[in-house]
């Protein structure tokens, strides 16, 4: 990551040796390594959310896309059916009427 050498780490270890001293030194290192390991796990935290929420995001996505794709059947299963009622409607305007004629021969066979 930040490609660091021997070489390096050995300046590291004389310049904290001098500067903390070899008594504090080796705790000096473990609080090092906790907050390194803290701010990893953090990081790594970070990354795990934000991966989670981008799949969210695409399943949301996958959702409106069904949704609009359900909306337009639907819209056109409404047509359909507004067609299929327009073509019954206009078919019984062409049936003639018997009501009339229905009620005069029953009133025929009341008499």
Same mark, same amino acid.
């Given at each position: 990551?930040?490609?660091?050498?021997? $070489?390096? #780490?050995?300046? %590291?270890?004389?310049? +904290?040796?001098?500067?903390?001293?070899?008594?504090?030194?080796? @705790?000096?290192?473990?609080?090092?390594?906790?907050?390194?390991?803290?701010?990893?796990?953090?990081?790594?935290?970070?990354?795990?959310?934000?991966?989670?929420?981008?799949?969210?995001? $695409?399943? #949301?996505?996958? %959702?409106?896309?069904? +949704?609009?794709?359900?909306?337009?059947?639907?819209?056109?299963? @409404?047509?359909?059916?507004?067609?299929?009622?327009?073509?019954?409607?206009?078919?019984?305007?062409?049936?003639?009427?018997?009501?009339?004629?229905?009620?005069?021969?029953?009133?025929?066979?009341?008499?």
């Amino acid at each position: 990551m930040f490609d660091v050498g021997f $070489a390096e #780490l050995l300046l %590291i270890a004389i310049v +904290g040796l001098l500067v903390i001293g070899p008594e504090r030194l080796p @705790g000096a290192i473990r609080t090092g390594q906790a907050w390194y390991s803290r701010i990893k796990r953090s990081l790594t935290d970070i990354k795990h959310e934000v991966s989670r929420e981008l799949h969210n995001d $695409a399943v #949301l996505q996958d %959702i409106k896309n069904a +949704g609009h794709d359900l909306k337009s059947q639907a819209d056109e299963f @409404g047509e359909q059916l507004r067609s299929a009622t327009t073509v019954i409607s206009e078919s019984e305007q062409d049936i003639p009427d018997h009501s009339e004629d229905q009620r005069r021969l029953t009133e025929k066979r009341a008499q």
